[in-house]
């Protein structure tokens, strides 16, 4: 069976399994949005909450994010973090944050 589902839908599958807290709302909805565009024209993921907490990571600055993943290179700027975040994994800038897939 498959079922076609909007961001709430998606938001409440994230609550419904109490992991409504490792994102914020606009990180959830960047998540919702880039799962979204990825499968454009064809049949969408099956929708694995515990996966997807598995794998993307949400944090305030791409600079955080680079620094809690190995990057040792201090006052480079957003930019440069967030270039090298993107050399290194899949990474989702929004509006209040970034999301990171681990690696």
Do not use: Q
């Amino acid at each position: 069976m498959y079922k076609i589902i909007d961001f709430a839908d998606f938001r409440i599958a994230f609550w419904r399994l109490g992991r409504g807290n490792p994102f914020s709302n606009a990180g959830l909805r960047a998540l919702f949005e880039h799962l979204e565009d990825d499968c454009v024209g064809r049949r969408g993921p099956e929708l694995d909450v515990n996966a997807i907490c598995r794998t993307w990571v949400e944090y305030y600055t791409a600079t955080e994010a680079a620094e809690a993943n190995g990057w040792d290179v201090e006052e480079d700027g957003e930019d440069t973090a967030l270039e090298w975040l993107r050399y290194e994994t899949d990474v989702i800038p929004f509006d209040g944050g970034v999301l990171a897939a681990s690696f």
